[in-house]
Structures are given as C-alpha cells and as structure tokens.
C-alpha cells in the first residue's frame, strides 16, 4: 500500500501536507498568473524626481489615468473602453485592468507630475521640490544663572 493512501485512511480528517497543497493551488490559480504578475511597476528615486515605471502593454493611451489624489496619492489605472472591446475575450479584458495607488513622499511638486505612455512602458514622473529651508535661530527664555551670580548684591 502507498504511504499517501495509507495516511489518508489513518488520518481522514487531517492530512500532514494538506495546507501545502493548498498553498500550491493558491500560486497555481490563475489570479496569480504570469500575465497578471507582469503589471507590475517599478519605483526609482533621482536628486531630481520619483520615476515610476509601469509595464502595461496591449493598452491604449486613451485608456490610462495618472491622477492625483487628496493631493498625497499618486493613482495609475487603465480605464477600458468596452464598446472597442466588445467582441474581446473576458480573459484579454481582466488582463488589461490594472490600478497601483502609491502614498506620494514629502517634498513633492504635484503641478509638475508627467506622464509618458511608449512601447507598453508608462513613465510617470514626480519631480521633488528643490526648496531649502534656512537655519532659524531660536531665542531662549529664562534667567542666566552665570549673569545673575554675577551681578553685586545690594
């Protein structure tokens, strides 16, 4: 008898690599595609701005949004045009949905953000603000001990 067959019999409720084969199943399933892992969008920092780099091919440039939102959001999406696409396959329009929000970081010109869409490759760049902010001086408030032994008493 196979050891497989024989576990199941012994144990007919739990089986010792059950959740593997869970977890098999789960990076097997087709939400994990590779199609789908392929959106993926790739983030790199200058002296000069925040580039973000997005793979999205098989979209037109009509169909994607680069907004800004609550002025701190940097959202990517493709919006589809379903009457172009009306005769697509639903597995070519699941593939062509694609949205990444990023939390945008201080120091940011939001006016300033551009977009460029070539190749399947969507560019989008956030250039810093490149304002420096001088040293203050601050005042302290109190009594100088050394100043006040100083002075002769009366």
């Given at each position: 008898m196979d050891y497989s067959m024989e576990a199941e019999e012994v144990h007919a409720g739990f089986h010792p690599w059950q959740?593997?084969?869970?977890?098999?199943?789960?990076?097997?399933?087709?939400?994990?595609?590779?199609?789908?892992?392929?959106?993926?969008?790739?983030?790199?920092?200058?002296?000069?701005?925040?580039?973000?780099?997005?793979?999205?091919?098989?979209?037109?440039?009509?169909e994607i949004r680069v907004?800004?939102?609550?002025?701190?959001?940097?959202?990517?999406?493709?919006?589809?045009?379903?009457?172009?696409?009306?005769?697509a396959w639903e597995e070519d329009r699941t593939r062509r949905r694609f949205e990444r929000k990023f939390r945008l970081p201080g120091m940011v010109d939001a006016d300033g953000i551009s977009a460029e869409y070539t190749h399947g490759v969507l560019t989008v760049t956030v250039p810093r603000m490149h304002t420096r902010l001088r040293p203050a001086a601050v005042g302290?408030?109190?009594?100088?001990?050394?100043?006040?032994?100083?002075?002769?008493?009366?």
């Open positions: 959740w593997q084969w869970r977890l098999f199943a789960l990076l097997s399933s087709r939400t994990l595609s590779p199609r789908r892992q392929a959106n993926h969008v790739r983030w790199e920092e200058t002296a000069a701005a925040h580039l973000f780099s997005a793979n999205i091919p098989g979209v037109r440039k009509e907004e800004v939102e609550d002025a701190r959001y940097l959202v990517i999406r493709t919006e589809l045009d379903l009457d172009a696409d009306a005769d302290l408030i109190g009594a100088n001990p050394a100043r006040d032994s100083a002075a002769p008493a009366a």
